[in-house]
């Protein structure tokens, strides 16, 4: 166990749709990334905060977007779902030393 | 842009054979190589981080070794228990943010 919590494991849903994703870093954990990794891709950085702030940003769609709030907690918001879209999600955090540790995932398909 | 290429995609080992995955990596500067294990529907686990040319981490029957342009993961004699999709991935010292970018894994299957 990682220590990182996402929720849901588990999304179906249809294309146009709108989802969020959430996730809790690790305890003391500032930092949360934001991966996804689909069958024909490796994992894909999209997005990170750092307490809060946006720190960095990947090949992130402009029809997904991200907040950290201040009790750390991060959501990853998917909209106009398309197929293509269908992945797993994965969150992450960092400790002091560049480590990231990672949740299970969040395994979206898209109908 | 940073770049981390894997071999082989897969690998198939008997229980007991020994073999090297191999990470090669383009960096503005390494800040550091990771190494992860994934196994299927779950997240990668850490495993290891290398930091300089040098330098070697153990890990029960894991081994990783860095230079200056890749990474090698020694596997010693395997158990069936070792079969997951091995990943590296690189932290870029210019990068803003510390985010990690990754190879493609190798997958590696141990037969009993």
């Known amino acids: 166990d990682s220590g990182v919590t996402q929720t849901p494991k588990h999304l179906i849903t249809a294309t146009g749709q709108r989802v969020t994703l959430r996730c809790s870093p690790r305890?003391?954990?500032?930092?949360v990334y934001w991966y996804q990794q689909s069958l024909d891709q490796g994992l894909q950085f999209l997005i990170q905060y750092y307490n809060g702030e946006e720190r960095a940003k990947g090949n992130i769609l402009e029809r997904f977007s991200a907040q950290q709030f201040p009790d750390l907690h991060s959501e990853l918001n998917l909209s106009s779902l398309e197929l293509g879209d269908s992945a797993l999600y994965f969150c992450a955090s960092s400790s002091s030393t560049g480590e990231l540790f990672f949740g299970e995932g969040s395994r979206l398909t898209v109908l | 842009e940073d770049q981390v290429t894997q071999s082989p995609e897969a690998l198939r080992l008997q229980e007991g054979e020994s073999s090297s995955l191999n990470c090669s990596y383009t960096?503005?500067?390494?800040?550091?190589l990771f190494w992860y294990r994934q196994d299927p529907g779950k997240g990668p686990e850490f495993l290891f981080t290398?930091?300089?040319a040098g330098e070697e981490k153990e890990k029960e029957r894991l081994k990783a070794t860095l230079t200056k342009k890749e990474s090698f993961l020694h596997i010693t004699a395997p158990k069936p228990e070792d079969s997951a999709t091995y990943l590296c991935a690189v932290q870029d010292l210019l990068t803003s943010g510390s985010r990690l970018t990754f190879g493609e894994g190798t997958q590696l299957t141990v037969n009993p």
């Open positions: 290398l930091y300089s």
């Open positions: 960096v503005s500067g390494l800040r550091g």
């Open positions: 305890s003391g954990d500032l930092s």
